[in-house]
């Protein structure tokens, strides 16, 4: 993935040198770079790796997954939190994960953790199995398992 960007970075550059103008312009060198990316797509079979803007496509994809889930259970919890009388039902349950690596599952991990009304309170040594604890089991537990699965795919995605 970084050869893929320097190698359009150079292209750019070339573009920009070419063009012979006598002064460099931002303008120039960001059709370079865009006719980089064009270059490169094309000939992405060569390199024998993804396609570097498609890592970059799902980074940007799983932040706005993040953002997205943050703003519903905020809504969730802020609800439960004026209501006028608490009506919720903690609990702790397990969920197995597909991911392997040590920084998958850390990722998978902090991102429910950063949701309101979630925590994982702990890994097991394999990291296969996480202990989550939900404020309220008996209405979030079916969003909060979807919330996982959005997350565990939009990680792979990034990661492989």
Known sequence: MPAQFILNLFIATLWMLLRDEDVPRFSTFFAGFLVGILIIFLMQRFFGKQFYLRRAYSILKLILIFISELLQSSYVVLVQILSPKLRIKPGIFTYETKLKSDWEVTTLAMLLTL??????????PN??????????????????????????????????
Do not use: C, W
Not at 139 to 155: C, G, N, R
């Open 115 to 124: 949701t309101p009304g979630s925590v994982v309170m702990e890994v097991t």
């Open 127 to 160: 990291g296969n199995k996480f202990y989550i604890h939900g404020m309220d089991l008996e209405k979030s537990k079916t969003s909060l398992l979807q919330s996982l699965a959005k997350f565990e795919k939009a990680i792979m995605e990034v990661t492989r």
